[in-house]
């Protein structure tokens, strides 16, 4: 049985998608971009702060599915400019090292 998994927590979804969608124990999370789910807005600063967002609104759509960091088995990240790979990976690596 399927189950659609919502919180205010995180950005409310912009188009005909949920996000996240809970399957037996599969959890599936919709793309994240660095949103302020109180605002709507892009948070300000470096891609630092920005991945920091982004994994503060991943970690309120986990929690709102029973889920945490430790049940993450895969991810997919994308980035504007590679450039930005190390600092971005300094702060990624602090949710999953």
Known sequence: MRKVIQTEAAPAAVGPYSQAVASGDLLCTAGQV???PATGKLVPGDIGAQTHQVM???AAV???A???WAD?????CFLADMADFAAF???YAEYFA
């Open 89 to 91: 990976n300094a702060v």
């Open 34 to 36: 660095p949103l302020d």
């Open 72 to 76: 993450v088995v895969k991810t997919t």
């Open 56 to 58: 503060k609104n991943l």
């Open 62 to 64: 986990l929690a709102a």
């Open 66 to 68: 029973g889920a945490g």
